[in-house]
């Protein structure tokens, strides 16, 4: 059984470029939800997807958008990257049916680094 | 707004010692709280959480989390601490709305010395 896997695992871009993430979620999962974690940091919360709609966003502007699809893998996109942007973008898959009580997986994460 | 606080940036101990990592939460309503742990470049993985029962909760790798409401607190502990269990440890809590958002602290470096 694949856990959640994410692509790529490393990545380098300069400011002003775009970045297109992606994910695939543990197998049965169907809501998925990216982090990003900066050096040092706790992953903080960019937005989760279900449906193949954004449910709910956390405090990022709108350089950052998401897509879910209908096999429920979903893609990250950053545009006009900014340095402060270089992190560690996380994300974790649930089941909709576990939502009072269920934990995050978590996949490995992609490496952005932004010159 | 919810929150956790984790108040030490890295722990160290010996190798068979007890160990100890704090989190303590502020919270609307009842806590759903989580540990996770991160290894060197590597995604964070699940150890253990409270939703509500019994206020010492058993998880993963023998790690167990005491629940203090008076206190507001949730730290992490293990009777015997081994060296692999060097890690980065993450106290979370659940936002409210019934969400899957969940507010990380700034994590623990946890070191354990052979």
């Known amino acids: 059984d694949a856990g959640v896997t994410q692509s790529p695992t490393h990545l380098i871009k300069t400011r002003g470029q775009q970045v297109t993430l992606r994910c695939s979620p543990k197998s049965g999962h169907d809501t998925v939800s990216w982090y990003q974690q900066a050096l040092g940091q706790g992953p903080q919360f960019i937005f989760q997807?279900?449906?193949?709609?954004?449910?709910q966003r956390g405090n990022f502007p709108d350089r950052f958008s998401g897509h879910q699809f209908p096999n429920y893998s979903s893609e990250l996109n950053v545009n006009a990257l900014l340095l402060g942007d270089s992190a560690l973008y996380l994300c974790a898959s649930s089941p909709r049916t576990g939502l009072n009580t269920g934990e995050l997986f978590f996949g490995e994460g992609s490496r952005l680094t932004v010159l | 707004a919810q929150s956790v606080a984790q108040p030490e940036d890295q722990v160290n101990v010996a190798e068979g010692n007890p160990l100890t990592v704090k989190c303590t939460y502020s919270v609307s309503g009842n806590p759903y709280l989580f540990w996770y742990v991160q290894y060197p470049n590597r995604g964070l993985q699940f150890l253990l959480k409270?939703?509500?029962?019994?206020?010492l909760v058993k998880g993963s790798y023998g790690f167990e989390a005491e629940f203090n409401k008076s206190q507001t607190s949730f730290h992490l502990k293990k009777p015997s601490a081994l060296v692999s269990d060097s890690a980065l440890y993450f106290c979370?809590?659940?936002?409210?709305?019934?969400?899957?958002?969940?507010?990380f602290g700034t994590g623990t470096r946890l070191k354990v010395l052979a």
């Open positions: 409270y939703i509500t029962g019994d206020n």
């Open positions: 997807y279900y449906e193949e709609e954004e449910r």
């Open positions: 979370a809590v659940r936002d409210i709305g019934g969400t899957y958002k969940y507010i």
